[in-house]
């Protein structure tokens, strides 16, 4: 079973410690009940995946942008996303990630003890989040600069796959990239979007739409 959050001996200072200590807190009360997902956004620094402008807003329960008209998801999504990702399992495996943006929701997955693949679109953006993640002291993500709608077909299959830009339709390349027993969780719809879940079983595809949510676009080719 996994620890309970615990009070680490300050590395970041005692305000973005507090600080986080409290964004656990609201993610708690917010139905958030993994406490894999709950340590591990204790554990990673926000504040270090956002440009410094910003920064004093890292722990608040928002959307942020990153630069290039992307966006860092709001705690709470990054927390529910990964919480479905993972039910049910025991050790995360191996994930695939479709839209690295800064780095943190790969930073999150990291932090679980997954074995994490992302593939992102725009090249800018990958090279903040590689700078971003060393900075944050989490150097084992594999980073690909490419289009996620094609999945990562040679290290496939998956446990988990995790996509942090909308859709209209699931890629069909993604779901034959799922391991039996594995989950994809996604952002769907254009001006109206959902999360939905997917669960490979052995016989069948079992699919599951959950909260409302607002995410950028999935976008074709690589830049
Ligand atoms: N998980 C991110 C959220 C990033 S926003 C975070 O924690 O910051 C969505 C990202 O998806 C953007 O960086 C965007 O460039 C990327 N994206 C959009 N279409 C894509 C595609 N087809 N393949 C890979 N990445 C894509």
């Not at 005692?14 to 964004?23: A, F, K, N, Q, V």
């Not at 993610?27 to 204790?42: F, K, N, P, T």
């Not at 150097?139 to 709608?149: E, I, K, S």
């Not at 988990?160 to 830009?165: D, L, N």
């Amino acid at each position: 079973m996994a620890q309970p959050v615990s009070i680490a001996q300050g590395s970041y200072g005692m305000i973005s410690e507090r600080t986080r200590l409290r964004m656990i807190e609201r993610l708690r009360q917010q139905g958030i009940r993994d406490e894999r997902v709950l340590a591990a956004m204790y554990e990673v620094p926000r504040h270090l995946f956002i440009d410094q402008a910003l920064a004093t807003r890292a722990y608040d329960d928002v959307s942020l942008p990153i630069g290039q008209g992307q966006t860092i998801s709001q705690p709470l999504t990054v927390a529910r996303m990964t919480e479905k990702l993972l039910e049910g399992r025991s050790s995360p495996g191996k994930i695939l990630e479709i839209g690295t943006g800064c780095g943190y929701q790969t930073a999150v997955l990291l932090k679980t003890g997954a074995q994490v693949y992302s593939v992102e679109r725009l090249s800018g953006i990958l090279d903040k989040a590689r700078l971003n993640l060393r900075n944050a002291k989490l150097v084992h993500a594999r980073l690909v600069h490419g289009d996620g709608h094609q999945g990562l077909p040679d290290v496939a299959p998956f446990d988990g796959i995790i996509m942090t830009a909308a859709a209209r339709q699931v890629p069909p390349a993604l779901l034959p990239q799922l391991a039996t027993g594995g989950r994809l969780v996604l952002p769907i719809g254009d001006q109206e979007q959902h999360l939905w879940l997917y669960e490979k079983t052995a016989t069948a595809i079992q699919e599951t739409r959950l909260e409302a949510v607002r995410f950028v676009p999935l976008l074709p080719g690589k830049q």
